[in-house]
Structure formats: structure tokens, C-alpha cells
């Protein structure tokens, strides 16, 4: 049975058998006994690769950080996260660069504190925004009729666990935005998530 560890754009957990392309993390996540036990503890999210220098991890371990997979980038960036500055340093840098367009050079604290306060409203509640379609860059991740779509190619793609539909979507007016601003902004900066090959097809 799937453990309830895949993230949604949304930012929540449910219990798939796809894995993704990427796992990150929120904190440690599980009680003594190994129950899921809260939405997340600190403030760095990070999304990471699944493989690095064949380091090996024991899934699922009270105490320690409890390993999350996301389907792709633009799903752990619309659900709050950022690349990770180890396994992840290129594309860390490429976020950081993307962050700060006047040259500056901002700390992994000061993003992870900017990005929790887009991200969440109060404990494990979304925070989202209003924003005209066509004014938001390839990458971000949009609500409509109650379920994530993604900005691709000028127009959206539905998401689903296991990858990006394409079904006909028109809407009318702002849409809800899912992804943090300040991600938005570092993708409107010119920072390319990594998205799933279904969005291809």
C-alpha cells in the first residue's frame, strides 16, 4: 500500500503509487510510531533528485526527515518547495540568480522565510492569489474548477499524480494562483522548473 508521501500542487500528501521525479522534504513528519503526524516542521522545503553520489536512505524513519516525491519540479515549486542547494547546486544557483535580478545574492534562510509566508496562510493552510493568465510564466501552477493546472506553452495542462492531460479549459476572468509569488516572479525571471514528459505528448 502507497504511504502517504506524494505531494500535491497544492502542498498536500496523498498516497499514490507514483513516485515522481523528485522527493524532497518539509521536516521530520512522523510520530514515534511512524503515523504521519503533522504538515510540516521548519520553514526549508527543499525538492532534491532521487539519485546522489548513491547515497541510500531507509524510507519512512521516525525522527528524521520523511522523504516526499513530487511528479515533477513545477509541482514541488507550486506546492512551496525550492531545488535543493546540495544535490541540487546548479539549478539552487539558477534560483537564486532568478530570485534576486539586480545581482544580489540571498541566503537559503531569508528565501525559506519569504517563501513560507506565500506559501501558507496558517499552519498547513494555502495561501493563494488572484492574477490575469496571461501574465503568468511557463511553470506556474493555476486553480481551476477546484483542480491544479499547469502554464505551459500558453496555454494549461491538467495535473494528475501521474502526469499532465490536456483537456479543454477556458477560463473567464483572474484564476487562482497555486504557486508562491515569489516563485512566480523567479519564473517570470527566467528560472525553467524541470516538467514531467507527459506535458510533450
Not at 154 to 160: E, K, M, R, V
Amino acid at each position: 500500500m502507497p504511504r502517504q508521501n506524494r505531494v500535491t500542487p497544492y502542498g498536500e500528501l496523498i498516497a499514490v503509487p507514483d513516485r515522481g521525479m523528485f522527493w524532497g522534504n518539509r521536516g521530520a513528519l512522523l510520530d514515534r510510531e511512524g503515523r504521519l503526524a503533522r504538515y510540516s516542521r521548519g520553514q526549508a522545503w527543499a525538492i532534491c533528485v532521487l539519485s546522489f553520489k548513491g547515497r541510500r536512505r531507509q524510507q519512512w524513519r521516525p525522527g528524521r526527515l520523511t522523504e516526499l516525491y513530487f511528479l515533477d519540479e513545477a509541482t514541488g515549486l507550486a506546492a512551496g518547495h525550492r531545488p535543493c542547494g546540495e544535490c541540487r547546486y546548479r539549478d539552487y544557483q539558477t534560483f537564486k540568480r532568478a530570485w534576486s535580478p539586480d545581482g544580489g545574492s540571498p541566503g537559503a534562510p531569508e528565501i525559506d522565510a519569504r517563501l513560507h509566508a506565500d506559501r501558507l496562510a496558517g499552519p498547513g493552510t494555502r495561501r493563494t492569489y488572484q492574477a490575469s493568465l496571461a501574465e503568468l510564466p511557463p511553470g506556474a501552477m493555476v486553480d481551476i474548477g477546484g483542480a491544479p493546472w499547469l502554464v505551459r506553452d500558453g496555454g494549461l495542462l491538467a495535473w494528475t499524480p501521474g502526469g499532465y492531460q490536456k483537456r479543454p479549459v477556458a477560463p473567464a476572468g483572474p484564476v487562482t494562483v497555486i504557486t508562491p509569488r515569489a516563485t512566480v516572479a523567479v519564473l517570470a525571471a527566467g528560472y525553467q522548473p524541470v516538467i514531467h514528459p507527459s506535458a510533450r505528448d
